[in-house]
C-alpha cells in the first residue's frame, strides 16, 4: 500500500512538473513574441516619422501616399497590442497614447482645430503636454485623410512633423517596456491566466470595434468605426484577428500545444479551424463604412461577429476550464 502511495505520488509530480515546464515555454515564447512586434512597430513608426518629413519638405501626391502607406503599416502593427490589456505595465500605460479609441466625440477632431488655431510651432515636447488625441495615430490619420491641405502650409507641417516625432518616441518606449518578461516572476499557472486574459481581452476589443459602427439593424453608426477617415477600420480588424491567431498559436508553444498536450485534441481543433475559416471567409473591402450600407454587408458583419463570439465562448467555457484557468473581468467590461 506504501509503495503504491509513493510511486501515485511521484508520477503525479512528474507529472506537474511537466506541465510547468510547457507553461514556462508558453511564457516565453509568448515574451519573445511581444518582442518582435514591438520592434517591428518601432520601424513603422520611424519609417511614418520620415515619411511625413520628406513630405513637408518636398510636398507631392506621391510624397502624401508614401506617408498614408507607411501610417497604414504602422497601424498594422499596432493592431498586435490592441485591446490585449496584460502583459508589461509600462506597455500598456502607452495604450490611450498610441491611440486614442473609441472617440465617440470626436475629441481628436476638435483638439486637432484646437492645435492648428493656436499660433504655436508644435514640437514632440510640446505635444506631449496635450491630449492623448493629438499624440497618436489618429491624430495622424485626421491630417493625412481628412485635411491633408493642412500639410501645404508651415504650421500643419510642424504639428505632423511633431506627432511623427512623439509616435516613435511611444514607439521607443513600447520596444523598452517589451525587454522584460512581464510574467517571469508569476507561477506558471499564473502566467497562464495571464495569457488567457490577453487573448479574451483582446477578443472583446475586437468585438467592440464591430458593435459600435454596426448599432442596430437598419441604424449604423460608421463615424464610430475606428478609422473610418482612412476606411480601414475593417483591415485593422482583420490585423487583429491574425494577431489573435498568432497569440493562440504562438510559434508552436501557444494554447494549441497545451490543448493538446492534455489531451483536448478535438477542442483544439475546433479553435484551430475557427480561426481559419474567419480569415478565409473575410469580407472583401478596407472599411467598414460600405458593408454597414448594405444588408448583404451588414449580414456578412452580423457571421463575422458571430464568429468571434464563437472562440470567445470557447475560451470562457470551454478552455479556461479545460486548462484550470479562472479568467477575470476585463477592460471592457461595464461599457
Known amino acids: 500500500m506504501k509503495r503504491t502511495f509513493v510511486a501515485m505520488s511521484l508520477f503525479s509530480i512528474l507529472l506537474l512538473t511537466g506541465c510547468q515546464d510547457d507553461e514556462a515555454a508558453t511564457s516565453a515564447a509568448i515574451h519573445q513574441q511581444h518582442q518582435r512586434a514591438a520592434a517591428q512597430l518601432l520601424t513603422s513608426a520611424e519609417q511614418l516619422e520620415s515619411a511625413v518629413q520628406n513630405y513637408c519638405q518636398t510636398p507631392s501626391a506621391q510624397a502624401l501616399t508614401t506617408s498614408r502607406n507607411a501610417w497604414q503599416q504602422l497601424m498594422q502593427h499596432w493592431m ?10 509600462a506597455a500598456l500605460a502607452l495604450s490611450w ?18 492645435l492648428l488655431a493656436q499660433d504655436t510651432t508644435w514640437t514632440a515636447k510640446a505635444l506631449s503636454e496635450q491630449s492623448v488625441a493629438v499624440q497618436g495615430v489618429g491624430a495622424m490619420e485626421w491630417l493625412l485623410y481628412d485635411h491633408p491641405e493642412r500639410l501645404q502650409d508651415a504650421h500643419g507641417c510642424a504639428l505632423a512633423v511633431a506627432i511623427g516625432q512623439r509616435l516613435h ?3 521607443d518606449s513600447l520596444q523598452q517596456a517589451w525587454q522584460q518578461n512581464p510574467w517571469q516572476a508569476m507561477t506558471p499557472q499564473m502566467a497562464l491566466g ?11 476589443f475586437a468585438m467592440k470595434k464591430l458593435s459600435l459602427p454596426m448599432g442596430k439593424p437598419g441604424h449604423p453608426r460608421p463615424y464610430q468605426a475606428e478609422s ?15 494577431a489573435m491567431q498568432a ?46 450600407k448594405t444588408r448583404d454587408g451588414y449580414r456578412s458583419l452580423i457571421s463575422l461577429k458571430n464568429g468571434l463570439e464563437y ?18 473581468f476585463n477592460a471592457t467590461d461595464g461599457d
Do not use: C
Not at 495571464?194 to 483582446?202: H, K, P, R, T
Not at 475593417?234 to 487583429?240: G, I, Q, T, V
Not at 472562440?311 to 477575470?328: M, N, T
Open 194 to 204: 495571464e495569457y488567457v486574459g490577453a487573448l479574451s481581452n483582446q477578443l472583446d
Open 80 to 89: 498586435t497590442f490592441q485591446g490585449r490589456e496584460k502583459g508589461s505595465e
Open 247 to 292: 497569440l493562440y498559436l504562438a510559434d508552436g508553444q501557444g494554447l494549441d500545444a497545451l490543448l493538446r498536450a492534455q489531451g483536448q485534441t478535438a477542442l483544439a481543433d475546433r479553435l484551430a479551424g475557427q480561426f481559419r475559416s474567419l480569415l478565409a471567409d473575410w469580407p472583401q473591402g478596407e472599411g467598414l463604412g460600405a458593408l454597414l
Open 311 to 328: 472562440i470567445r465562448f470557447a475560451l470562457h467555457d470551454e478552455v479556461s476550464p479545460a486548462l484550470g484557468i479562472v479568467v477575470g
Open 228 to 242: 473610418w477617415r482612412s476606411q480601414t477600420s475593417l483591415a485593422h480588424l482583420k490585423a487583429n484577428v491574425l
Open 97 to 114: 497614447q498610441i491611440q486614442f479609441w473609441p472617440d465617440k466625440k470626436d475629441i481628436t477632431g476638435r483638439k486637432m482645430t484646437q
Open 169 to 171: 518616441q511611444s514607439g
